[in-house]
Structure formats: C-alpha cells, structure tokens
Nanobody
C-alpha cells in the first residue's frame, strides 16, 4: 500500500521560506515523476511543480523563481523549497506522482502566509 506523508507546513510571514517534505512508503519513488500540488480555500487543487525521475523540473508560472522541487531517492523523499512566499501561496500542499494517482493523495500539509 502506497502512503505519501507531507510535512513541513506552517505559518510564515510574507517573504518568508519553508521547506516541505514528502516521504513515501510502499513504493520506490525513484521510478516516478513526482509532483507537488496545492489547494487554496474555495479553489480546486492545482499543480505546482514536478520533477521527473531524471531530475528535470517544471513549475506553474506563479511560483517560478521562488519554489524549487527536488528529490532524494535514497531517502524516498521529495522536497519543495518555497521562498519569497506570498499571501496567495496559502494552501494545503500535497505530493503525488505526476500525473497523479487518485489513490495516492495524503493528508497534505498546510501553509499559511500571513502577517
């Protein structure tokens, strides 16, 4: 059974930084392209960033230059380094494969950007 557990969220001021982690069990993440997604209040879940098994990355335009996705296959973990956070980055952040697997969604980790 695949389980993805996100962590690292919290309350941060605008301009601040956070690093999110996604630890996997029940599967070897190295064979997948992995993605981070987020869902803001009242909105649908959206794609944020992805990293292929070969390390190629891609981002939604709104986070380019501010967020960095990475992976550590030895730790079976994917990261999202977020910098220069904005109010509009407030959301619950999830990791999943890319494209996502419907049964792999975890609980997510909440990021709140507030002054």
């Amino acid at each position: 059974q695949v389980q993805l557990v996100e962590s690292g969220g919290g309350l941060v001021q605008p301009g601040g930084s956070l690093r999110l982690s996604c630890a996997a069990s029940g599967t070897d993440l190295s064979i997948y392209a992995m993605g981070w997604y987020r869902q803001s209040p009242g909105k649908q879940r959206e794609f944020v960033a992805r990293v292929t098994s070969g390390g190629t990355t891609d981002y939604v335009d709104s986070v380019k230059g501010r967020f960095t996705i990475s992976r550590d296959n030895a730790k079976n973990t994917v990261y999202l380094q977020m910098s220069s956070l904005k109010f509009e980055d407030t959301a619950v952040y999830y990791c999943n494969t890319y494209p996502f697997q419907r049964t792999y969604w975890g609980q997510g980790t909440r990021v709140t950007v507030s002054s």
